[in-house]
């Protein structure tokens, strides 16, 4: 239906995307637990001598409306941060919009979901203990029609920002994410969904 369907056809398959999505939770939750470990013995390190790459690795919860009918779901995400003196960094993102904000929802909506995997740039300062930050991610999006009807695989791309929150040296609450994703390849004419998204960040090294 688009050649871009070539380039991701793997991600078509039900049992990929299951395989896929279990692996990026175990990445993450590996890294998160590794972080919790160096925090037990690493020592504060001053500002002036700290390394010039930072990673960190989060999960959040998010409430999106999907363009398609206007369809409110929530979701689920996991994401990795790797920011620089600089300011300038790199984030990659896996988003999973399956669950309806009200167990109501029938008619165009029903079994209507979203998936994303993104990764891009990102531009972020520290204010105090917050750091709010821009984005511009791009990546794929797989979408499931209402009543599983048809699915399908294509270019999402993906400007947003929010701010994180320092609650100790190595935790940060993303107090809010908010993302505005295009699909400029959908089948019925390019769509648009919005979301804001609050989740916990770890900080790696």
Do not use: C
């Not at 990673?55 to 009918?69: C, D, R, T």
């Not at 369809?71 to 790199?90: L, N, P, Q």
């Not at 929802?105 to 209507?112: I, L, R």
């Not at 009807?149 to 993906?158: G, H, K, P, R, S």
């Amino acid at each position: 239906m688009k050649s871009f369907h070539d380039f991701v056809q793997a991600w078509n398959g039900t049992a990929g995307m299951r395989a896929g999505r279990a692996g990026l939770f175990a990445v993450v939750l590996l890294a998160v637990w590794q972080g919790a470990g160096l925090t037990a013995h690493a020592q504060a390190v001053p500002a002036a001598e700290a390394g010039g790459t930072r990673m960190s690795a989060g999960g959040a919860v998010s409430g999106y409306e999907l363009g398609y009918g206007q369809v409110k779901v929530v979701g689920a995400s996991v994401f990795v941060d790797f920011d620089t003196k600089r300011h300038f960094g790199v984030e990659g993102e896996a988003r999973w919009s399956d669950f309806h904000l009200s167990s109501g929802q029938k008619g165009p909506g029903a079994d209507e979901t979203a998936s994303t995997y993104l990764g891009g740039l990102r531009y972020s300062r520290y204010v105090g203990r917050f750091q709010p930050y821009a984005k511009a991610l791009v990546g794929i999006g797989r979408f499931n029609y209402p009543y599983n009807f048809a699915t399908e695989t294509d270019l999402v791309v993906a400007p947003g920002g929010g701010t994180d929150f320092r609650l100790t040296r190595r935790v940060r609450w993303r107090v809010v994410d908010f993302e505005y994703q295009f699909w400029p390849q959908f089948q019925f004419g390019m769509m648009s969904s919005v979301g804001v998204s609050t989740g916990l960040r770890i900080k790696i090294f």
